[in-house]
């Protein structure tokens, strides 16, 4: 079992950035982070793979938001730039141990681990 922990939420203006944090008690094969907003879906918005580095990102984000991982914290980041109000939602990190194929990390039916989530607004 896995523990995913998030922090770093909170409310910024349009045009601000945040840093959100996800402290992970075990390794996993991908982190991903997704958002849900009020009403809506869990959408992905980026990956990283451990093994390598590799990261993916939704277009929405992309240009704005950079996922990162730190090996020896066991700690993946995503720092959010140039936020936007249609930019608030939770935000949870997810964690999946083993490897996958088609594009498995933006389905959050592919992960393992889920944190809690962390509240993200952005005031216009």
């Known amino acids: 079992q896995v523990q995913l922990v998030e922090s770093g939420g909170g409310l910024v203006q349009a045009g601000g950035s945040l840093r959100l944090s996800c402290a992970a008690s075990?390794?996993?094969?991908?982190a991903g982070w997704f958002r849900q907003a009020p009403g809506k879906e869990r959408e992905f918005v980026a990956a990283?793979?451990?093994?390598?580095?590799?990261?993916y990102y939704a277009d929405p984000v992309k240009g704005r938001f950079t996922c990162s991982g730190d090996n020896a914290k066991n700690t993946v980041y995503l720092q959010m730039n140039n936020l936007q109000p249609e930019d608030t939602a939770v935000y949870y990190c997810?964690?999946?141990?083993?490897?996958?194929?088609?594009?498995?990390?933006?389905?959050?039916?592919?992960?393992?681990?889920w944190g809690q989530g962390t509240q993200v607004t952005v005031s216009s």
């Open positions: 997810a964690g999946r141990v083993g490897s996958g194929i088609f594009n498995y990390w933006v389905n959050p039916n592919e992960y393992d681990y």
């Open positions: 075990g390794r996993t094969f991908t």
């Open positions: 990283i793979r451990w093994s390598g580095g590799r990261t």
